[in-house]
Structures are given as structure tokens and as C-alpha cells.
């Protein structure tokens, strides 16, 4: 393989993140969801940044929506990171790294409250070192947040390989040294790109 350590993003490469049909799970008024989700992810990258207090976010969108859709808020609220749909292929292929002792590691942009609720799951005890955004307050692609990453797990740049869906993450990746690739949700694309 070409890289000693694989990292992934978690949206869109390990469990889909879909804002519209996140909402629509607690939201059966379908005519309202365009106009509903402009509401509640206008701040979002404030939440995954951990600029912007989570519960103060959620009582300012309750303030801005009609009566009729308080109650859907309050759910989405506490409820909204179990409708990340896991994605198969990927997970089979980090059972499969893990069956070879590589290690794997997670770098993904999101709130606080995403991260404290996936705190201690089955599936991120597969990782060897795990960095989300909103508790240290700094969020892809920043600069910032790659460095510190390698430094808290004592990593280097050029023995990892990144796997996110979106190209400024990618390409921060690689200005910080990294390999990297803009997944599109093929796997076969990924074992490709390592030599796996």
C-alpha cells in the first residue's frame, strides 16, 4: 500500500448527509422543507466551526419557524444524527483495513452535539484517532485543523491518505502534505488510489 494511515471525513463518505431528507424524517410537510432547511443549515458551518452555541442555534430557528413546525425542531434537534445512513462499501472496506492492521483515523466537520452523541459508538471504536470539528473549534479546510490533527496523533503528513467528499478539503489536504481524493462514492476509486 502507498500510505501507512487512511483518514476519513464521516458526511458523504461514511454515512450520508442528506440536509433535505434529514429534515423530511421529522417534517411531513413537504411543501415546507425547501423552506425549512434554508432555515436550519443557514448557520450550520458555524456549528461545525464551534462558534455557534448548539442549543442557542436551535432556539433561534424554533423562533423563526411557524407554530406548526416548533415541535419538528425540537425532534430534529435531538434526534437528527441517527438519519446518517451508513454507507455499505465503506463500511466493509474499514473492516477490511482493520482485518490488515492498517490504521484508520476520522477528520470530519461537525457540531459538537454530532460528536458527543457517535461518542463511544460501535463504529468509531474501529478508529485508531478520531477529530471532530466543532469541539476544538476549527473546521475544514482550514489550514489549522490539519496540523493539529497530525500533531495530536503524532502523524505524517505524507503517510496519510484522505477521503472526503468535498475538493477544498482535499485540496487543503494536500497543501498540508497529505494525499488525498474527492470521494464520489466509488470504494473501488479509493483502493485504487492507495494501492489496496
Known sequence: MKYKNIVFDFGNVIGRFD????????????????????????????????????????????????????????RFAKEW?????????????IHKLKERNIPIYLLSNAPT??????????LLSHFDGILFSGPIRLAKPSP?????????????????FFIDDLEPNINAAKEAGMGGLVFTGDINEVKKAIGF
Open 19 to 74: 440536509g433535505k431528507a434529514i429534515l423530511s424524517e421529522f417534517c411531513p410537510y413537504e411543501e415546507e422543507l425547501d423552506d425549512l432547511s434554508e432555515i436550519v443549515y443557514k448557520r450550520w458551518a458555524e456549528l461545525d466551526a464551534g462558534t455557534l452555541d448548539y442549543d442557542s442555534y436551535i432556539n433561534e430557528v424554533i423562533d423563526q419557524v411557524p407554530e406548526h413546525l416548533k415541535d419538528c425542531i425540537r
Open 81 to 93: 444524527p441517527r438519519c446518517t445512513t451508513l454507507l455499505p462499501d465503506t463500511i466493509t472496506f
Open 113 to 122: 452535539y454530532f460528536a458527543e452523541y457517535y461518542e463511544g459508538s460501535e
Open 144 to 160: 489549522e485543523i490539519y496540523s493539529h490533527f497530525l500533531r495530536k496523533f503524532d502523524l505524517k503528513a505524507e503517510e496519510c
